[in-house]
C-alpha cells in the first residue's frame, strides 16, 4: 500500500499529477462522474483513496457529484470533484450553493472544445468566464490555471488551502493539454508540503453562531456532528444561519462572500512574469497557452521587439491592480487565448484604453500557433 | 537544444508506453526534461496511434512534436498518416516486416525486425521494447543506461528479464544495421 505522498520524481500526466497533489493535500473523499479528458483524475482517485483510507464514490451524474463534495465538506472531509465543459455546465447550481454555505472544496476542469458536447478529446480554454459567473447570483470564487504537470500538483493543493481558508469552492481551471500531457513531477517530502486547515470555532456551542464572521469576513466553522449547532441553507440567511427572506439579511451576507475574497486579494492573486523588465509589448496567457507563445515572445525578441509574459497563475481573482500598473508603462498588450476572447474582457477593463490591447484567437481543437501571436505581437509594436 | 521524437504505429502495439518510456528516461533517468504527449480521439482506438517525445536541455515551451528528428514507425497505416514528417536529417526506425518504406524521401531509414526479434523471445508483445533498443543505440539524445532504466522501472517485475533481453536484442540489432550503413 503506497502512503498519501509519493515522494519522489515521477513521470505522469497532469491529471494523474492532480489527483496525487489533492491527496497530499488531505483530501479523502472524492465524488464523480468521469468524462474525457477529466477520467484520468477519476481513474486515480478510485485506486488512491482506499489506499490512504478515503472514499471515492462514482455519482449518477455531475450534479450528484458537486452535491456530495459539499456534503462531505460540511462534515470536515477535505472533498474534491473533477470534471470537464459538460459536467462543469451541470455543476453550476451546487458551485454557487457552495459559496452560500460557505463550503470549502475544489473542483477540477480539465478544459475541452464546447460549447455542449463540443471536442470530448481536444484542448479549449472556453470555461474562463462561465468560472466567474456560472452559476446565478453574486459571488467570488478563486480559480487556478495549471501550465504543466507539476503545477496541477502544486496548485492542487493550493487549491485546497485557499478553500479551507476562505471558505469557498476552489476552481482549477485546467486544460485537455495540461490535463493529458507527460513530464516530470517532483513530490516533496510531507513535511515540506504546507497545508492550511479551516478556521474552526473556538467558543463553547452555546455561544456559537454560524456565520458571524470575524474582521477577515470569513466565519469560523464548525463541523456536523461535533457538538455545535450547524444550520445551513441556500437561501439567503442571518447569522444563525436561518433562513432570512428580506432586503437586511441579503444586504448583510451578499457582499460579503465577494468582499471576503477581495479583501485578500493580494494575498490570493499568483502570476509569473518573464522577460517583463524592460517589456513594451506584454502576451497576457495562461495555461497551456501560456507555454506555446513563450515561442512567440523569444521570436519577438530575435526581431528587437522587447516582448515580455505576464503569466496568469489565478485568472479569479483577476489581477486589475497589476495590469493597471503595467498598463502606465507599456506600449501596448496582446491577449492569445483558446476562445473567442474571454480573459481579454479583463485585460481591457483594467488597461481601460490607456493602450491598445489585441485579442488573438485560438478557437480550440489543436495547440495555438506560436506565429499567429508572434504576428500580433510584430503589429502591435510598429 | 530541442530534440523531437514521434512514435508512431496502431493501438496496441504499445506505441503510447514506448513514448511514455523513453520521455521517462529523459526526465527521470536523463536529466533533460521532457514532455510526452499522445494522439487521442477515435483514431486512437485501433487504428494509427502516436505518441510524442520532446526533449530540452531547458523548459519544453511547445508541447508537440513539428519537425522530428526521430520518428519509430510500425504499422504502415501510420507511415501513412505520418509521411509528411518524413525527409531529409529525419532517422526513422522501421520494421520492415511491417511497413514499406519509398527511398527517395531523403530520409535515413533504420529497419529493425523488431516483431520477429520479439517472436523469437517468445512474446509479441515486447516488440517496442526492441524498437527502444535500437533507439538508444541509434540515437543520443537518452544515454542507454537512462532507456533500460526506464523500461525496468515500467514494467511488471515479472517481466523484467524478458524485456531486458528484448531492449539488449534491439540495441544489437541496430547497432549492427547502422556499421552496415557507415560501412
Known amino acids: 500500500m503506497r502512503g498519501a505522498v509519493l515522494t519522489g520524481a515521477h513521470f505522469m500526466n497532469g491529471d494523474i499529477a492532480a489527483a496525487e497533489g489533492a491527496i497530499a493535500a488531505g483530501c479523502r473523499f472524492f465524488a464523480g462522474y468521469p468524462i474525457t479528458p477529466a477520467t484520468e483524475v477519476t481513474e486515480r482517485m478510485a485506486e488512491r483513496l482506499p489506499e490512504v483510507n478515503g472514499r471515492y464514490i462514482q455519482m449518477e451524474d455531475e450534479i450528484g457529484s458537486m452535491a456530495a463534495i459539499l456534503g462531505a465538506s460540511a462534515a470536515g472531509m477535505k472533498s474534491m470533484t473533477s470534471t470537464s465543459g459538460p459536467g462543469f455546465s451541470l455543476m453550476m447550481e451546487n458551485i454557487g450553493l457552495g459559496a452560500m454555505m460557505e ?280 | 537544444m530541442r530534440k523531437e521524437i514521434r512514435f508512431t504505429g496502431f493501438g496496441g502495439q504499445g506505441i503510447i508506453l514506448s513514448g511514455f518510456i523513453y520521455g521517462k528516461a529523459a526526465a527521470i533517468f536523463g536529466g533533460k526534461n521532457a514532455t510526452m504527449t499522445q494522439s487521442y480521439g477515435p483514431e486512437a482506438r485501433g487504428g494509427a496511434c502516436s505518441s510524442d517525445v520532446v526533449i530540452e536541455d531547458g523548459p519544453v515551451s511547445f508541447p508537440e512534436v513539428t519537425a522530428p528528428e526521430i520518428m519509430v514507425v510500425m504499422s504502415r497505416d501510420a507511415y501513412n498518416t505520418h509521411k509528411k514528417l518524413i525527409r531529409k536529417g529525419v532517422r526513422v526506425f522501421y520494421d520492415q516486416d511491417l511497413v514499406q518504406v519509398e527511398e527517395g524521401l531523403g530520409a535515413e531509414f533504420i529497419p529493425i525486425p523488431s516483431l520477429k526479434i520479439a517472436e523469437g523471445l517468445g512474446k509479441k508483445i515486447v516488440a517496442n521494447i526492441v524498437m527502444l533498443g535500437a533507439l538508444a543505440a541509434g540515437s543520443d539524445m537518452v544515454p542507454k543506461d537512462a532507456v533500460k532504466q ?32 557507415k560501412a
Open chain 1, 103 to 382: 463550503i470549502p472544496c475544489v473542483v477540477l476542469d480539465v478544459q475541452r472544445g464546447g460549447p455542449s458536447t463540443g471536442l470530448p478529446t481536444l484542448v479549449a480554454q472556453q470555461d474562463m468566464m462561465q468560472a466567474r459567473w456560472g452559476s446565478h447570483g453574486d459571488y467570488a470564487l478563486v480559480a487556478y490555471c495549471p501550465n504543466s504537470p507539476q503545477e496541477m500538483f502544486n496548485l492542487a493543493i493550493q487549491a485546497f488551502n485557499t478553500a479551507e481558508k476562505y471558505r469557498i469552492p476552489a476552481l482549477i481551471m485546467a486544460d485537455e493539454s495540461i490535463g493529458h500531457m507527460t513530464e516530470k513531477v517532483v513530490i516533496p517530502e510531507q513535511g515540506a508540503i504546507h497545508l492550511v486547515g479551516r478556521k474552526k470555532p473556538t467558543v463553547p456551542p452555546e455561544q456559537y453562531v454560524p456565520f458571524r464572521p470575524d474582521e477577515d469576513l470569513i466565519p469560523p466553522m464548525a463541523l456536523a456532528g461535533e457538538g455545535y449547532f450547524v444550520r445551513m441553507t441556500g437561501l439567503t440567511h442571518d447569522e444563525y444561519g436561518r433562513p432570512a427572506i428580506n432586503l437586511d439579511a441579503q444586504t448583510k451576507l451578499i457582499p460579503r462572500l465577494t468582499e471576503k475574497i477581495h479583501k485578500h486579494a493580494s494575498d490570493i492573486i499568483e502570476y509569473e512574469e518573464m522577460q517583463m523588465e524592460d517589456a513594451d509589448v506584454v502576451v497576457v496567457a495562461y495555461g497551456i497557452t501560456s507555454r506555446c507563445v513563450r515561442r512567440s515572445v523569444e521570436l519577438a525578441r530575435k526581431d528587437g521587439v522587447r516582448a515580455g509574459l505576464f503569466r496568469l497563475i489565478t485568472a479569479w481573482p483577476f489581477p486589475e491592480k497589476k495590469v493597471k500598473e503595467l498598463a502606465s508603462r507599456v506600449k501596448a498588450f496582446v491577449v492569445p487565448e483558446i476562445n473567442l476572447g474571454q480573459m481579454v474582457l479583463e485585460v481591457e477593463r483594467a488597461v481601460a484604453g490607456r493602450v491598445p490591447v489585441r485579442s488573438v484567437t485560438y478557437h480550440g481543437g489543436g495547440l495555438p500557433s506560436p506565429e499567429l501571436t508572434y504576428k500580433t505581437i510584430i503589429e502591435v509594436a510598429k
Open chain 2, 150 to 181: 526506464a523500461i525496468l522501472s515500467t514494467v511488471p517485475p515479472a517481466t523484467k528479464e524478458l524485456n531486458e533481453k528484448a531492449f539488449e536484442a534491439g540495441y544489437a540489432q541496430a547497432k549492427q544495421v547502422l556499421e552496415k550503413i
